[in-house]
């Protein structure tokens, strides 16, 4: 089974500082996704990537930025956390060319508190 | 571009009765259709997909949806719900050469004994 696990379920953190969320996969997928979660609003994604050092920006990359420097590993990095990031962030990996074909496989997800 | 609808953000059933989850989409070509199901504390798994074929898919833990093109919908059904349905289900499309996935923004379901 695919195996996407996110280094933190729960992160609490202040208002400024510079925050980093990671997410690996074990499936050699080429494709990984970063989503925030909150009620009534879905998933909207933040960045994907479809290879190594490349990166696309999805619905609301505002305040975000994101770094793939293997093909296993996409973090997200808040540059100067807001107490409006506060929310849960899923990744998800999926394989081949065009993800918008492919299943996607989520992690458990980590909740983020900006104080 | 393309959306998904779930019009229903909160549904309570009782358990042993049946099921029925609302997704409306929007895209203009063929779309591919997936169901994700989140328990509590986790991530989405996926139910199931539509890529083409059998408008009816059939998915895991006794799920199925059935594809209808002239009404965009694409709805989820279970014949007899179990308290271990109880869970936040979305729907969500993408296409064929297209990067992105859009999901729907949820439907909670509650069941009771």
């Known amino acids: 089974d695919v195996k996407v696990t996110q280094s933190s379920r729960y992160l609490v953190k202040r208002t400024g500082e510079k925050v980093f969320l990671e997410c690996v996969q074990d499936?050699?997928?080429?494709?990984m996704f970063w989503y925030r979660q909150d009620p009534g609003l879905g998933l909207r994604l933040i960045y994907f990537?479809?290879?190594?050092?490349?990166?696309e920006k999805g619905d609301i990359p505002e305040g975000y930025s994101v770094s793939r420097e293997k093909k296993e590993r996409f973090s997200l990095i808040l540059e100067s956390a807001s107490t409006n990031q506060t929310s849960m962030y899923l990744c998800?990996?999926?394989?081949?060319?065009?993800?918008?074909?492919?299943?996607?496989?989520f992690g458990d997800g980590t909740r983020l508190s900006i104080l | 571009a393309q959306s998904v609808t779930q019009p229903d953000i909160h549904i309570t059933v009782s358990e042993g009765a049946s099921l029925e989850l609302r997704c409306n989409y929007s895209?203009?070509?063929?779309?591919?259709l997936f169901w994700y199901v989140q328990s509590p504390g986790q991530g989405l798994q996926l139910l199931l997909k539509?890529?083409?074929?059998?408008?009816l898919v059939q998915g895991i833990k006794g799920f199925e949806a059935e594809f209808k093109r002239s009404q965009s919908s694409f709805n989820l059904r279970k014949p007899s719900v179990h308290w271990s349905d109880a869970a936040e289900y979305f729907c969500?499309?993408?296409?064929?050469?297209?990067?992105?996935?859009?999901f729907g923004t949820g439907t909670k379901l509650q069941v009771i004994p």
């Open positions: 998800a990996s999926s394989p081949g060319q065009g993800a918008g074909n492919q299943p996607q496989h």
């Open positions: 499936m050699d997928h080429e494709n």
């Open positions: 990537s479809y290879d190594v050092k490349m990166k």
């Open positions: 895209y203009g070509a063929t779309p591919y």
């Open positions: 539509y890529f083409s074929g059998d408008t």
């Open positions: 969500a499309v993408g296409a064929k050469g297209y990067q992105k996935v859009t």
